[in-house]
């Protein structure tokens, strides 16, 4: 195949990059790869510990797609092995291992949610217990020689757990040891990660080093900010965008992006051509309103399709703009006459994933009637027969409560 100009694929290829170890490197590999006409091997090794994924983890898997369409062979590594050893990376407590029956599930959950990003005509899958599994324990010992303590010692987290006199398990050692070997047997030309994974990409590239290969370059992605625009998107943080999110729920969680906030999106987590980003930087410092709404249209619509992403921006504009209630809002009936408590006809429409939660989104000014917000915890209401309500709970859930 014919590769695009070297200037042209180092633009796609540093877009949103943090670091390059080193570029010079990179852009060798490119002109070789280019006057050959042989593709770079791009590899990405994902521990399948948490299946369901967000827009955090798009990032680095975007980066891959773009290595993709530039024509190379992208390599995504099912961590079937690591995972079971437990990666330490960013924790300060031993991480507990998978049994391989979890490692199993979670990969297939992982992969189909990942193709949605990649072209899975272009990709090579591949799991490292193929090849870590079946070595022996000389060859563990072989590798470990391979790194000292003291090295080790110089990443982040161990270096505090060790300050804070918190337990390391020789196991977590062997875990950079093991990523690091993956690029060994796979001959990687460029490893992706993370900026929480540089210590294990460098690694790999010592490991390359002395196993006579030429040394992979280490491409960091950065953590991407989550809604919250504090924290790194996460579940735990309750500030993610999961990429299979109903696309109202996906449209409505975008516009809750902190402006500033709102470019570094387009450049990580959208399919928006490289050469399209200055007037996109411009429209966010310009016009951040409308430009989050480009940046929702874009995310639904990447995911779920043009038509519902055009449906998702009209349901938007209906509840919220024009405080409507859709025409499609379930109807909740009632017994006229009896007294009902809000708590439990919220608890009745599945809107509120716990009592605790409503009484939360109530104190927030988060549940209306008709239009009225509802601060108190024991409000009670008695339908007459025939008479609707309009229930609001939250931004994006509407019912009409009935009696009858």
């Known amino acids: 195949m014919s590769f695009p100009s070297v200037e042209e694929q180092l633009a796609i290829i540093k877009r949103g990059a943090v670091e390059i170890v080193p570029e010079q490197e990179l852009i060798e590999k490119l002109k070789k790869s280019k006057k050959e006409n042989k593709p770079l091997k791009v590899k990405l090794g994902v521990d399948p510990t948490r299946p369901d994924l967000h827009l955090g983890h798009s990032v680095i898997l975007r980066k891959m797609r773009q290595f993709q369409d530039l024509g190379h062979e992208v390599i995504l590594i099912i961590g079937g092995f690591t995972a079971m050893i437990g990666d330490p990376t960013g924790q300060n407590k031993t991480r507990p291992p998978l049994t391989i029956e979890e490692v199993n599930e979670n990969a297939q959950t992982y992969i189909d949610q990942a193709k949605k990003i990649l072209d899975e005509d272009k990709l090579t899958l591949t799991n490292n217990n193929d090849w870590l599994g079946p070595m022996d324990f000389m060859d563990v010992v072989r590798l470990s ?8 010692i110089e990443r982040d987290d161990f270096s505090k757990r060790f300050e804070n006199n918190e337990a390391i398990s020789l196991h977590e050692f062997l875990y950079p040891l093991a990523q690091g070997q993956d690029s060994v047997y796979l001959k990687s030309d460029i490893e992706l990660g993370g900026t929480d994974q540089k210590f294990n990409l460098l690694v790999g590239r010592q490991l390359q080093k002395d196993d006579g290969q030429d040394q992979q370059v280490c491409l960091m992605m950065p953590l991407l900010v989550g809604t919250d625009g504090s924290a790194k998107m996460s579940k735990s943080y309750d500030n993610y965008i999961g990429i299979d999110e109903a696309p109202n729920d996906m449209y409505g969680k975008t516009l809750s992006v902190p402006d500033e906030l709102i470019y570094t999106y387009f450049e990580l987590v959208t399919d928006i051509a490289t050469e399209d980003l200055p007037g996109i930087k411009e429209k966010a410092e310009k016009d951040p309103r409308n ?11 990447m995911y779920h399709g043009e038509e519902s992403a055009k449906a998702a921006k009209e349901h938007f504009e209906q509840t919220v703009i024009n405080k409507q209630v859709p025409d499609d809002a379930p109807e909740f009936e009632y017994n006229s006459g ?7 006809v919220i608890g009745d429409t599945g809107f509120s994933p716990s009592n605790g939660e409503t009484k939360r989104m109530m104190k927030q000014g988060g549940i209306s009637l008709d239009d009225e917000k509802i601060k108190d915890i024991n409000h009670t209401i008695t339908l007459e027969s025939g008479q609707e309500v309009a229930l609001k709970v939250g931004k994006r859930n509407f019912g009409i409560i009935k009696g009858k």
């Open 145 to 152: 020689s391979k790194l000292t303590v003291a090295r080790m």
């Open 291 to 301: 430009a989050k709404h480009d940046l929702a249209y874009t995310v639904v619509r």
């Open 338 to 344: 009896e007294e009902l408590r809000l708590l439990d």
